[in-house]
Every structure is written in structure tokens, then in C-alpha cells.
């Protein structure tokens, strides 16, 4: 399974962002998707999820302004960033895991979204 995430970028507080994280090799239907974020100096922090079975988790520092999406079609996740805060600016990630599992096996490279103030 490889996964290719986009969409970062420099934008203002208050602004938003759509990342996208395309996979390749295995259909997204058969793995529960996952976006994490690595702020500097900080450890990666769990952001949000979407199963398989179409339940949806999110952090509280996120929740209400950003929402995870699927396509099943394309093979893509998406994450929908709005009201964006300086503290949400770090390097996001999407990540897979397969049903019936407990970690996430396959990573995308990151992409870097910064917020200014």
C-alpha cells in the first residue's frame, strides 16, 4: 500500500485547507484511514479517522473545524481544514491500517502546512 498526501500549504488564520492523501496498491474500502500531524518539537498527535465502516473519530483540539472524508472512487482521503489556528501549522500525515488491526502499517511521506498570524 503506498499513500501519497497533498494539499498543504502557507494560509492565513481563519483560512482553510483540503489535504489529500491518494493510495495506491489496495483499496481504501478494506482499511480504516487516519491523519496524524507533527508539529516542531512536539510528538505526532492523532487528528482523525475514518473506518472502514464509515465511523469517524477526531481529536479534540480539531474537532468541529476539520472533517475526514472518502472517496472510494478515486482512492483518496481527504481532510477538510477550516478556521484555521497558528497551532494547527505542522507536517500532516495519512496513514492506513488494515481491519481487524490495532496500529498503522503504511504511512504517507507528510505534507507541511503552515498558518500565519
Known amino acids: 500500500v503506498q499513500l501519497q498526501a497533498s494539499g498543504g500549504g502557507l494560509v492565513q488564520v481563519g483560512g482553510s485547507l483540503r489535504l489529500s492523501c491518494a493510495v495506491s496498491g489496495r483499496t481504501i474500502s478494506n482499511y480504516d484511514m487516519g491523519w496524524y500531524r507533527q508539529a516542531p518539537g512536539k510528538e505526532r498527535e492523532f487528528i482523525a479517522s475514518?473506518?472502514?465502516?464509515?465511523?469517524?473519530y477526531y481529536a479534540d483540539s480539531v474537532k468541529g473545524r476539520f472533517t475526514i472524508s472518502r472517496d472510494s472512487v478515486k482512492n483518496t482521503v481527504y481532510l477538510h481544514m477550516n478556521s484555521l489556528k497558528p497551532e494547527d501549522t505542522a507536517v500532516y500525515y495519512c496513514?492506513?491500517?488494515?481491519?481487524?488491526?490495532?496500529?498503522?502499517?503504511?504511512w504517507g511521506q507528510g505534507t507541511l502546512v503552515t498558518v500565519s498570524s
Open positions: 496513514a492506513a491500517r488494515a481491519l481487524h488491526t490495532t496500529t498503522y502499517d503504511y
Open positions: 475514518s473506518w472502514s465502516g464509515g465511523s469517524t
